[in-house]
């Protein structure tokens, strides 16, 4: 495992971590934060920058912080899985392929446009799961997702039914 920079190395990894909004992964070889949406893979002094699909009319509105967070525009997942990413923005679910710098929309959300922070389970055996977190005031049904395949694909595997859940926390 890398040792962690010192002096003027410690700085401007800090100066790069205080320009992003969301610091959503880390540890001594790995960093991924977003602005906006643009998220930032960092490894050693490699850095880069996946762009996901524009906002249509709201990306007017996405120059500015201000305007970004009163939208929740800023709001998004990462999470590492292996070499690859899952990403949840906007009510969109994306794999990205490290190997093959690929960005791919898997699933569309059916409640919410993002889940609470920390909330997607990767397993061992590379399965991951999560649950719809959203405002759904009208108590809809409510979704557990699956993937076996490190977030290419998905499946429903439990549906909470109607009017028995708000959403799902982690």
């Known amino acids: 495992s ?5 002096g003027k190395a410690m700085q401007f990894v800090l100066d790069e971590i ?26 050693q002094d490699e850095v880069t920058r996946i762009p996901l699909p524009d906002d249509g009319w709201k990306s007017i509105l996405g120059g500015n912080r201000l305007a970004r967070r009163a939208l929740r525009l800023d709001k998004c997942n990462v999470m590492p899985v292996g070499n690859d990413l899952v990403i949840i923005r906007q009510g969109q679910v994306y794999h990205y392929s490290s190997d093959v710098k690929k960005l791919s929309k898997t699933m569309t959300l059916r409640n919410c446009r993002n889940l609470l922070h920390q909330s997607i389970a990767v397993l061992e055996d590379g399965q ?27 499946e429903t595997v439990f549906l909470f039914p109607q009017g028995r859940i708000k959403h799902v926390h982690g």
């Open 2 to 6: 890398p040792q962690p920079p010192k």
């Open 18 to 43: 205080l320009d992003r909004e969301i610091m959503h992964y880390a540890d001594y070889g790995l960093r991924i934060s977003s602005q906006y949406n643009n998220i930032y893979i960092e490894r």
């Open 128 to 154: 991951i799961y999560f649950g719809e977190y959203g405002n759904n005031s009208g108590r809809k049904e409510v979704p557990i997702y699956r993937s076996r395949d490190v977030g290419r694909t998905w």
